[in-house]
């Protein structure tokens, strides 16, 4: 079964620096997202993406965060200047089409510790 | 916008015995509703889903109703065994949307 896939699984980073999260949707999709889920709560929307372009964004996805899909494949996450509290798993997601409810599938997650 | 709440938190049952997890939603446009299941340190991942021109559907021991009058729809797991001690958590979106809200999850813990 094809999946998600993101790299690195564990990306530890100091404050102020830039990191970029790297995913590979399932390559029939067509819509994909970013999520995160801070340790022991839930999962939260940041941003989905279609068309090569923003579709929605949550009001956590500030101006630094930036979203790329910059080939036929990767689709990555860009936090610009990381902060203590951007510390957090980073889930990946993909959908084939929108409209009747087609499956989310999510990728195994980076864990991002910003110290 | 949407908001989920699911409850309860925390759900210990004894091998065998049914565990119910219940959801409500805000926004009455929302009609997919999925359930994923999340182990420790692992990803979420779809058990069932459910769309809301349907009340009920079930995939072996677990089922999933929903009351769209209501705002609500619930997870059934039937004979539960250890292995479906996790995190279970429910998300609702809409058609036209293209974000899912999630609840806040409930840890269920199977004692064998």
């Known amino acids: 079964e094809p999946e998600v896939t993101q790299t690195p699984s564990h990306q530890v980073t100091q404050m102020g620096q830039e990191v970029i999260l790297r995913c590979v949707p399932i390559?029939?999709?067509?819509?994909f997202y970013w999520y995160r889920q801070i340790l022991g709560q839930k999962v939260e929307f940041l941003v989905s993406?279609?068309?090569?372009?923003?579709?929605?964004k949550s009001e956590i996805f500030d101006d630094q965060f930036s979203v790329e899909r910059p080939d036929g494949s990767n689709f990555t996450l860009k936090i610009r200047s990381t902060k203590l509290e951007d510390s957090a798993m980073y889930f990946c997601?993909?959908?084939?089409?929108?409209?009747?409810?087609?499956?989310?599938?999510f990728g195994n997650g980076t864990r991002l510790t910003v110290t | 916008g949407e908001n989920v709440e699911q409850h309860p938190s925390t759900l210990s049952v004894q091998e065998g015995d049914s565990a119910v997890i219940k959801c409500t939603y805000s926004?009455?446009?929302?009609?997919?509703f999925p359930w994923y299941k999340q182990e420790l340190g692992k990803r979420p991942q779809l058990i069932i889903d459910?769309?809301?021109?349907?009340g009920e559907k079930k995939d072996q021991r677990i089922a999933v109703t929903l009351n769209k009058t209501a705002k609500h729809f619930s997870l059934h797991i039937t004979e539960t065994q250890p292995e479906d001690s996790a995190v279970y958590f429910c998300?609702?979106?809409?058609?036209?949307?293209?974000?899912?809200?999630f609840g806040s999850g409930t840890q269920l813990t199977v004692l064998p």
């Open positions: 997601a993909s959908r084939m089409e929108l409209t009747g409810g087609s499956p989310l599938h």
């Open positions: 390559s029939n999709h067509l819509y």
């Open positions: 993406f279609y068309n090569n372009e923003i579709s929605e």
């Open positions: 926004d009455s446009a929302s009609n997919y």
């Open positions: 459910i769309r809301s021109n349907v």
């Open positions: 998300a609702a979106s809409r058609g036209s949307a293209r974000q899912l809200t």
